[in-house]
């Protein structure tokens, strides 16, 4: 096929919006129980109901939807996690409108009478004689939710609490004899990236047979995924050393399993998750991250060395073993990502379910180029660069093309190289994208999270300000036409090089904060001394606040912006947009505001998804002068304060 000269941006594309907004179905928390594989799945064409799906792991017999009908998710520190666990046939999770569902094998699920309806419920961990499910619950009501470890009865109305002395608890496992329970615990003001300690305390038939004691941990060390081993070794990812790496719990206090330059956990946005776990001979397997790439090894801890796999991915995540078989949702630079089963003897592989089904032509397909490029004070900042990719159309002789710089939410996150079609929606129309791992993204290591600690909204945006020089000065981009955007932190990110930078044309904030100091003052529980780590403390240096709020700074909105909000959203509320909107109206900038109503922080619906990813892609084309197509139903163009809307 012939590839005519085509402008950068208004390239014919196979992936229309709808399209990329219908691969956005997200595949996670892997388990295994006997023959099956469980998993959930997050459905954006169902509203962004969250279901249970399993499947034989040999691939025969089909799916089968375990939750017909019903949203399976957990809101315990509102971003939930540890939705559900299959246990010998049965299925428990946490029901999105509260409480706790039980259901067996072709049964209907009903609540589980030890629960609270109207409390919240996750990290669920039942103990080895099937008489209780240990798992976090956090109670709303005046002031501060409260979080607590209980017990619920599998047998009865019973409910023990188990721990309520800390602000946050996290990850309960059972020893395999089920004589002690470990878990995690952590206070004000740190994340769980920042300081956790490990827990443990005996157990017995009728629940706790002591108290907890501390065994690990402490200020300057997050503890993750305590785990034990067959013969009852406590075993734990710490991040001591400046890596999360694994360690075990012996006599003479802890051990180092397998010292790594590679992060073996992340941080804990959410509950539940797992990168390390044993097989049936006692082997430790873990998933190890290193220069934004995963990888599925076996440690031996004789020879503390880390033997990887030869995998076709470059994301693994949900890492579940139980006898000699793996599960986990394996991702890649080029294909969609699935649930796979691994038996850990042979090497064979399965793959149950993709996320999506791709039916394109690799030409069509940017691959990522993991990149590291200067930035400010002398340091080094990490990026995935992806080139316009196309067999439809080729830029004009001399052309660059524009730069979408997109910054990742958290912003104690990562960016990832798996196969996105709502970023190559991007690539595939002639745009060049780079996804910044900037200064404190997870992934490099506990000293790089710590270079954003007292420098939100400074050294984030220096790293994709220098990214974007990076894709000029290697003559992928155009420097007249370098476009920022970002989700909620990422989309303060974006609004911070739009109002504090030079460098940027335009840019959409896709439920960006604008107000750090609104912020500081209504966040939730999880994360309301957050920002005193990111950018100092509260309220006494509220001047910092306002200097790195755009919001405050009115008279410096000169860039055309695009705001994407959700009507329902609590931690950036709609105010806040508008405000921001009428600023650029009043000294006639371009931009536009698309409201979305039933939508929050962070949007789930397919149609939602859709309209913001067309509606960019119009509004670069308006403010940057290249066919975009007609505007998305709901977007439209205002140049001035009460009017011209077109």
Same mark, same amino acid.
């Given at each position: 096929?012939?590839?005519?000269?085509?402008?950068?941006?208004?390239?014919?594309?196979?992936?229309?919006?709808?399209?990329?907004?219908?691969?956005?179905?997200?595949?996670?928390?892997?388990?295994?129980?006997?023959?099956?594989?469980?998993?959930?799945?997050?459905?954006?064409?169902?509203?962004?109901?969250?279901?249970?799906?399993?499947?034989?792991?040999?691939?025969?017999?089909?799916?089968?939807?375990?939750?017909?009908?019903?949203?399976?998710?957990?809101?315990?520190?509102?971003?939930?996690?540890?939705?559900?666990?299959?246990?010998?046939?049965?299925?428990?999770?946490?029901?999105?409108?509260?409480?706790?569902?039980?259901?067996?094998?072709?049964?209907?699920?009903?609540?589980?009478?030890?629960?609270?309806?109207?409390?919240?419920?996750?990290?669920?961990?039942?103990?080895?004689?099937?008489?209780?499910?240990?798992?976090?619950?956090?109670?709303?009501?005046?002031?501060?939710?409260?979080?607590?470890?209980?017990?619920?009865?599998?047998?009865?109305?019973?409910?023990?609490?188990?721990?309520?002395?800390?602000?946050?608890?996290?990850?309960?496992?059972?020893?395999?004899?089920?004589?002690?329970?470990?878990?995690?615990?952590?206070?004000?003001?740190?994340?769980?990236?920042?300081?956790?300690?490990?827990?443990?305390?005996?157990?017995?038939?009728?629940?706790?047979?002591?108290?907890?004691?501390?065994?690990?941990?402490?200020?300057?060390?997050?503890?993750?995924?305590?785990?034990?081993?067959? !013969?009852?070794?406590?075993?734990?990812?710490?991040?001591?050393?400046?890596?999360?790496?694994?360690?075990?719990?012996?006599?003479?206090?802890?051990?180092?399993?397998?010292?790594?330059?590679?992060?073996?956990?992340?941080?804990?946005?959410?509950?539940?998750?797992?990168?390390?776990?044993?097989?049936?001979?006692?082997?430790?397997?873990?998933?190890?991250?290193?220069?934004?790439?995963?990888?599925?090894?076996?440690?031996?801890?004789?020879?503390?060395?880390?033997?990887?796999?030869?995998?076709?991915?470059?994301?693994?995540?949900?890492?579940?073993?139980?006898?000699?078989?793996?599960?986990?949702?394996?991702?890649?630079?080029?294909?969609?990502?699935?649930?796979?089963?691994?038996?850990?003897?042979?090497?064979?592989?399965?793959?149950?379910?993709?996320?999506?089904?791709?039916?394109?032509?690799?030409?069509?397909?940017?691959?990522?180029?993991?990149? !590291?490029?200067?930035?400010?004070?002398?340091?080094?900042?990490?990026?995935?660069?992806?080139?316009?990719?196309?067999?439809?159309?080729?830029?004009?002789?001399?052309?660059?093309?524009?730069?979408?710089?997109?910054?990742?939410?958290?912003?104690?996150?990562?960016?990832?190289?798996?196969?996105?079609?709502?970023?190559?929606?991007?690539?595939?129309?002639?745009?060049?994208?780079?996804?910044? !791992?900037?200064?404190?993204?997870?992934?490099?290591?506990?000293?790089?999270?710590?270079?954003?600690?007292?420098?939100?909204?400074?050294?984030?945006?220096?790293?994709?300000?220098?990214?974007?020089?990076?894709?000029?000065?290697?003559?992928?981009?155009?420097?007249?036409?370098?476009?920022?955007?970002?989700?909620?932190?990422?989309?303060?990110?974006?609004?911070?090089? /739009?109002?504090?930078?030079?460098?940027?044309?335009?840019?959409?904030?896709?439920?960006?904060?604008?107000?750090?100091?609104?912020?500081?003052?209504?966040?939730?529980?999880?994360?309301?001394?957050?920002?005193?780590?990111?950018?100092?403390?509260?309220?006494?240096?509220?001047? /910092?606040?306002?200097?790195?709020?755009?919001?405050?700074?009115?008279?410096?909105?000169?860039?055309?912006?695009?705001?994407?909000?959700? /009507?329902?959203?609590?931690?950036?509320?709609?105010?806040?947009?508008?405000?921001?909107?009428?600023?650029?109206?009043?000294?006639?900038?371009?931009?536009?505001?698309?409201?979305?109503?039933?939508?929050?922080?962070?949007?789930?619906?397919?149609?939602?998804?859709?309209?913001?990813?067309?509606?960019?892609?119009?509004?670069?084309?308006?403010?940057?002068?290249?066919?975009?197509?007609?505007?998305?139903?709901?977007?439209?163009?205002?140049?001035?304060?009460?009017?011209?809307?077109?």
């Amino acid at each position: 096929m012939s590839r005519p000269e085509t402008p950068c941006g208004a390239w014919p594309s196979p992936i229309d919006a709808p399209l990329a907004a219908g691969a956005a179905r997200r595949l996670s928390q892997t388990q295994l129980d006997g023959e099956h594989v469980y998993w959930l799945e997050a459905r954006p064409e169902e509203g962004g109901r969250q279901t249970v799906v399993r499947a034989r792991a040999d691939g025969g017999g089909g799916l089968l939807e375990r939750t017909p009908g019903r949203n399976v998710r957990s809101r315990v520190h509102e971003y939930g996690g540890g939705d559900y666990r299959a246990f010998r046939g049965r299925l428990y999770g946490a029901d999105a409108e509260g409480g706790v569902f039980a259901c067996g094998e072709g049964g209907p699920a009903r609540p589980l009478a030890s629960a609270r309806g109207d409390a919240r419920y996750g990290d669920f961990a039942p103990s080895p004689d099937g008489r209780w499910l240990v798992c976090v619950e956090e109670e709303h009501g005046e002031g501060e939710p409260k979080n607590r470890l209980v017990a619920l009865s599998l047998r009865g109305a019973e409910r023990i609490v188990v721990a309520d002395r800390h602000d946050f608890v996290s990850s309960p496992r059972f020893a395999p004899d089920g004589s002690r329970l470990a878990f995690l615990s952590w206070e004000h003001p740190d994340m769980p990236w920042d300081a956790t300690a490990l827990r443990l305390l005996p157990w017995r038939e009728d629940g706790p047979a002591g108290p907890a004691r501390g065994v690990a941990g402490g200020p300057g060390e997050s503890i993750a995924q305590p785990l034990f081993a067959p !013969d009852g070794e406590l075993r734990f990812v710490s991040d001591r050393s400046g890596w999360w790496n694994p360690w075990a719990l012996r006599a003479g206090g802890a051990s180092p399993l397998c010292p790594l330059a590679a992060e073996l956990a992340g941080p804990a946005w959410v509950l539940g998750l797992s990168t390390v776990a044993h097989d049936a001979d006692g082997a430790l397997w873990a998933v190890a991250r290193a220069g934004g790439r995963d990888r599925l090894g076996r440690i031996d801890v004789e020879k503390q060395r880390f033997e990887p796999l030869a995998l076709p991915y470059d994301g693994i995540e949900g890492l579940a073993i139980e006898g000699r078989r793996a599960a986990f949702v394996g991702s890649a630079a080029l294909r969609p990502p699935a649930v796979c089963a691994l038996d850990l003897a042979t090497g064979a592989l399965r793959e149950l379910r993709e996320a999506f089904a791709l039916a394109l032509d690799p030409a069509d397909l940017s691959p990522p180029e993991a990149v !590291d490029f200067a930035s400010e004070e002398g340091r080094r900042a990490y990026a995935f660069l992806y080139r316009p990719a196309s067999r439809r159309a080729r830029p004009r002789r001399g052309e660059r093309p524009p730069l979408l710089v997109r910054s990742h939410g958290g912003p104690t996150a990562a960016a990832s190289p798996a196969l996105r079609l709502g970023l190559q929606y991007w690539t595939s129309r002639g745009y060049a994208v780079i996804d910044v !791992d900037y200064a404190g993204s997870a992934g490099y290591g506990r000293p790089y999270r710590a270079l954003l600690d007292g420098h939100w909204g400074v050294r984030d945006v220096a790293d994709c300000a220098a990214a974007a020089r990076f894709a000029v000065e290697q003559g992928v981009a155009d420097p007249a036409r370098l476009l920022a955007s970002g989700g909620s932190a990422g989309g303060y990110t974006t609004l911070c090089l /739009l109002v504090f930078r030079d460098e940027f044309a335009a840019g959409a904030s896709h439920y960006g904060i604008g107000d750090l100091e609104q912020l500081a003052r209504d966040t939730h529980k999880f994360e309301a001394h957050y920002l005193e780590r990111l950018v100092g403390p509260w309220p006494a240096r509220a001047d /910092l606040y306002r200097a790195r709020s755009p919001a405050r700074h009115p008279e410096r909105l000169a860039r055309p912006v695009i705001f994407f909000q959700g /009507l329902d959203d609590r931690v950036v509320p709609p105010a806040q947009t508008f405000e921001m909107a009428g600023a650029l109206a009043r000294r006639g900038v371009p931009h536009a505001v698309v409201a979305f109503e039933g939508e929050a922080h962070g949007f789930r619906r397919a149609e939602t998804l859709a309209t913001a990813l067309a509606g960019e892609h119009w509004f670069y084309g308006r403010v940057l002068g290249f066919d975009a197509g007609p505007a998305p139903a709901g977007v439209r163009l205002a140049a001035s304060e009460g009017g011209a809307e077109r």
